[in-house]
């Protein structure tokens, strides 16, 4: 594949990602909009029923991305462990600071921007990306919050819920009736433009007080996550097509559930949305570097 074309199915998958956002940006602008229906909805409904239609498909077999949930799990501990000696540098608590840093938007932005620049086979894999950062995020990531959570209140949730139920449909082999299947479908891909337009919605609340530290965490982000991706691809490696998902999976930008999670647990909040938002802001220059070269 020369520059030019490169360049063009650049163009063809970050445009219509921004696009969406773009959309939703301007019209929170116009009109404020309350997400907090729309986006419980994506989380308990269309992200569970995307999980299980992928995950309950014929072509899906858990066990052929072994490697790739491994390397992907590797990245994100890995990025909490390179940016945890940061903290005391940057004057942040390490529970500010080292979740945004470890757990990325994998789905808002992941899920599509695989898709796009991939094709529909890539799908099964951005699912599984953001189920296996999700994972983390709500065992690993609540547990450094919180010591005191929960296992049982983890296994409630839908997309659990929808993973387990997968797993199991994937396991055993079994089809879903062609009926159920196409409304379990068509639930599911509400979820990703659902996804991006809140997101845009999200970039209206930028809280500039804390810039410094967004710019310096929009770096530190991919930066961290693409230092592991290549240090695994080194020692232990993956096949060229799985290193540039990869890769991809890497450099994406913090996600905007760390926003939510910091302010449930009251953890500086407000820095966390910097770093989030601010960090979102900077992928979609960051974000195409990386599909240049993975591409």
């Given at each position: 594949m020369d520059t030019?074309?490169?360049?063009?199915?650049?163009?063809?998958?970050?445009?219509?990602?921004?696009?969406?956002?773009?959309?939703?940006?301007?019209?929170?602008?116009?009109?404020?909009?309350?997400?907090?229906?729309?986006?419980?909805?994506?989380?308990?409904?269309?992200?569970?029923?995307?999980?299980?239609?992928?995950?309950?498909?014929?072509?899906?077999?858990?066990?052929?991305?072994?490697?790739?949930?491994?390397?992907?799990?590797?990245?994100?501990?890995?990025?909490?462990?390179?940016?945890?000696?940061?903290?005391?540098?940057?004057?942040?608590?390490?529970?500010?600071?080292?979740?945004?840093?470890?757990f990325n938007n994998s789905g808002n932005l992941g899920i599509p921007l695989l898709v796009l620049a991939f094709g529909e086979k890539a799908l099964p894999i951005a699912v599984v990306l953001f189920l296996t950062e999700n994972l983390l995020h709500f065992t690993v990531g609540m547990y450094l919050l919180d010591p005191k959570t929960k296992i049982m209140n983890i296994l409630k949730m839908p997309m659990i819920i929808a993973t387990i139920l997968g797993l199991i449909w994937s396991l055993q082999?079994?089809?879903?009736?062609?009926?159920?299947?196409?409304?379990?479908?068509?639930?599911?891909?509400?979820?990703?433009?659902?996804?991006?337009?809140?997101?845009?919605?999200?970039?209206?609340?930028?809280?500039?007080?804390?810039?410094?530290?967004?710019?310096?965490?929009?770096?530190?982000?991919?930066?961290?996550?693409?230092?592991?991706?290549?240090?695994?691809?080194?020692?232990?490696?993956?096949?060229?097509e799985n290193f540039a998902y990869l890769l991809v999976f890497a450099c994406l930008p913090p996600a905007v559930l760390n926003y939510m999670v910091a302010e449930i647990y009251q953890q500086e909040p407000h820095k966390v949305a910097s770093m989030v938002l601010i960090g979102n802001l900077m992928s979609l220059a960051i974000v195409p570097c990386v599909l240049f070269y993975a591409l």
């Open positions: 030019s074309e490169v360049f063009f199915q650049i163009l063809n998958t970050v445009f219509p990602l921004v696009s969406i956002v773009l959309v939703g940006f301007v019209y929170a602008r116009v009109r404020p909009t309350d997400m907090t229906v729309a986006n419980r909805l994506n989380m308990s409904v269309f992200i569970p029923a995307l999980i299980f239609s992928v995950m309950a498909a014929k072509e899906f077999h858990i066990a052929q991305y072994q490697g790739l949930i491994i390397a992907a799990a590797c990245v994100v501990l890995g990025s909490g462990l390179l940016v945890w000696p940061l903290c005391r540098w940057l004057g942040v608590s390490a529970k500010t600071l080292v979740p945004p840093m470890m082999g079994w089809t879903l009736a062609p009926a159920i299947g196409v409304s379990v479908d068509m639930l599911g891909q509400i979820s990703i433009p659902l996804m991006l337009f809140a997101l845009g919605v999200r970039m209206t609340e930028v809280d500039l007080s804390h810039w410094k530290l967004g710019v310096i965490s929009g770096f530190l982000c991919p930066l961290s996550g693409v230092i592991i991706a290549f240090i695994w691809q080194l020692t232990v490696g993956l096949s060229a």
